[in-house]
Nanobody, 136 residues
């Protein structure tokens, strides 16, 4: 059974840091893409960062230089962790952050998704989300 469990959300002041964790199990990373999306109330779902099966990464312009995605674990193990280190946080980073996986295929390329993140067909599995709140 595929599971994605996020942790590490919380409330910090602007300029602070948080590290989100996504513990993934039930599939291997060697042929899967893992991504972080976020959604603020009333806003579209936004792709924040992705780490692909080949190790390449993508960052939204809004987080480039401040956020870092990384993976811990052997790519052929069926349990791994993906981190999202978030530095120099801004109030506009406030959102629910979701971990998502495209298993045995390439993730969808949409960077802004109307409606709920978890309805996006470009990813196969989603975590429940973790809330990040940044105060000014």
């Amino acid at each position: 059974e595929v599971q994605l469990v996020e942790s590490g959300g919380g409330s910090v002041q602007a300029g602070g840091s948080l590290r989100l964790s996504c513990t993934a199990s039930g599939f291997t990373f060697h042929d899967s893409d893992i991504a972080w999306y976020r959604q603020a109330p009333g806003n579209e779902c936004e792709l924040v960062s992705i780490i692909r099966s080949d190790g390449s990464t993508y960052y939204a312009d809004s987080v480039k230089g401040r956020f870092t995605i990384s993976q811990v674990g052997a790519i052929y193990d069926d349990k791994n962790t993906v981190f999202l280190q978030m530095n120099s946080l801004k109030p506009e980073d406030t959102a629910v952050y979701y971990c998502a996986a495209a298993v045995m295929r390439t993730a969808g390329v949409a960077t802004m998704i109307p409606g709920s993140c978890t309805n996006y067909y470009g990813m196969d599995y989603w975590g429940k989300g973790t809330l990040v709140t940044i105060s000014s």
